[in-house]
């Protein structure tokens, strides 16, 4: 429409219908703006939902039906000002029938009034989540600042760090880190949504955490190696001391007890002192690299020693653990079965109590079939113990399982 409303408003028709009609056709102008305003105030705040929220699908499904009514309203009341109009471009009359603008205009603004209702009954429904949307894309500029500025300070912390000589490689891959965050950062301002700039903010924060916390190690690494060089070199002479009693250890295994006792231990003692040859040598290339003044190195071979020790004491543990797990055994074998036949026992009695006697009685009573052989066939000269000792805790692990079925059938 080419004309302003006020022009309308200052020359109306003065007969009674047409005075009916204009005032029809003034409510539903003001419907219209004001539907208008309601929905663009919701389309926007949508906007914002979509933009800052990743599970926005279901609001906006739910918010299309309701802007369809709206647009289909708007498009009846448009279409209703065009044939229906009382004053034409020059505010003459158009010969149109004041009673049938009448009605058009009033059903025109019903339907604009029932938009409306149903614009703010959704509005009501979501406003929270509505208006939290919007705030954090108004939000959304200052975030991206205060990023930038997070890595303008740890770029002047690098500066500093450079100057004084802590640019280690581990300083530079978190530098670079930081230059990367920063350009995904200035893409997602360019071409991407609130949300995708506040996540790229988020990491760029992150990036520059991590360089602070590079810079603050690397300033500190070079006397926490030479310190982990002296409590490392302690632990290899512990653990050859240890290693010293392998040959002994093995030699009492065998002699003491059938060789399928500690088969599964075949080659721990070489492994052992393969693994402690192995910190060995990683210990000397960290004293060479912290003499060369490379920390980052330095502390690599001592991590990798460290990891060589732990294996060489496993290996070397698990002998001297076996050897007296089974003269422990040999000394009192119904002993060794006490607390399995004790957690036996007590399945017995749950099943009792709950009932469950047909379904579990005979499964339990099997176990202790199982506990009656493996103690009988500990015949000869060398029984093998280690067999027995893995037929009870094979029990354990069966009873414990029928006990957390008995007991999840309870619930």
């Given at each position: 429409m080419s004309r302003s409303w006020s022009g309308r408003l200052s020359r109306r028709p003065q007969d009674q219908a047409a005075q009916a009609a204009q005032a029809a056709q003034d409510g539903a102008v003001a419907a219209f703006l004001d539907l208008d305003r309601r929905q663009s105030y919701l389309m926007d705040a949508i906007d914002a939902l979509v933009e800052t929220s990743a599970v926005a699908t279901s609001m906006t499904r739910e918010w299309e039906p309701v802007k369809q009514e709206s647009f289909a309203a708007s498009a009846k009341y448009l279409a209703v000002a065009e044939s229906h109009s009382l004053l034409d471009a020059a505010d003459r009359p158009t010969g149109v029938d004041p009673a049938a603008a009448s009605a058009a205009f009033t059903d025109a603004h019903r339907k604009l009034a029932d938009a409306a209702v149903a614009v703010d009954k959704f509005y009501r429904k979501h406003s929270n989540e509505l208006e939290q949307a919007k705030s954090l894309r108004a939000a959304t500029p200052k975030i991206s600042a205060e990023a930038k500025a997070a890595a303008v300070t740890a770029e002047g912390r690098l500066t500093a760090a450079e100057k004084d000589g802590?640019?280690?490689?581990?300083?530079?891959?978190?530098?670079?880190?930081?230059?990367?965050?920063?350009?995904?950062?200035?893409?997602?301002?360019?071409?991407?949504?609130?949300?995708?700039?506040?996540?790229?903010?988020?990491?760029?924060?992150?990036?520059?955490?991590?360089?602070?916390?590079?810079?603050?190690?690397?300033?500190?690494?070079?006397?926490?190696?030479?310190?982990?060089?002296?409590?490392?070199?302690?632990?290899?002479?512990?653990?050859?001391?240890?290693?010293?009693?392998?040959?002994?250890?093995?030699?009492?295994?065998?002699?003491?007890?059938?060789?399928?006792?500690?088969?599964?231990?075949?080659?721990?003692?070489?492994?052992?002192?393969?693994?402690?040859a192995q910190a060995q040598e990683e210990w000397a290339a960290a004293r060479k690299a912290i003499e060369a003044g490379q920390p980052e190195p330095a502390a690599h071979h001592l991590t990798t020693a460290r990891a060589r020790l732990t294996a060489a004491e496993h290996d070397g543990d698990s002998m001297g653990d076996r050897l007296r797990l089974l003269r422990q055994t040999k000394a009192d074998p119904a002993a060794a079965a006490k607390s399995t036949r004790f957690k036996l026992r007590d399945g017995q009695l749950l099943v009792v109590d709950r009932g469950l006697v047909k379904q579990w009685g005979s499964v339990l009573d099997a176990q202790s079939a199982r506990i009656e052989r493996a103690a009988g066939e500990l015949t000869g000269t060398h029984p093998d113990y280690w067999s027995y000792l893995q037929t009870l805790e094979s029990v354990d692990v069966f009873v414990k399982n029928v006990i957390d079925r008995v007991r999840g059938e309870a619930r």
């Open positions: 802590f640019a280690y490689p581990s300083v530079m891959d978190a530098a670079g880190e930081l230059i990367d965050a920063l350009s995904s950062l200035k893409t997602a301002e360019t071409v991407g949504s609130s949300l995708e700039v506040r996540h790229a903010a988020a990491a760029v924060h992150a990036a520059a955490e991590t360089v602070d916390s590079k810079i603050a190690t690397a300033r500190s690494l070079s006397s926490t190696v030479r310190g982990s060089l002296s409590s490392v070199k302690t632990r290899i002479e512990a653990v050859t001391t240890r290693l010293g009693s392998l040959p002994a250890t093995r030699s009492a295994l065998l002699r003491e007890f059938s060789s399928d006792c500690s088969k599964d231990l075949s080659g721990a003692d070489e492994r052992a002192q393969r693994a402690l």
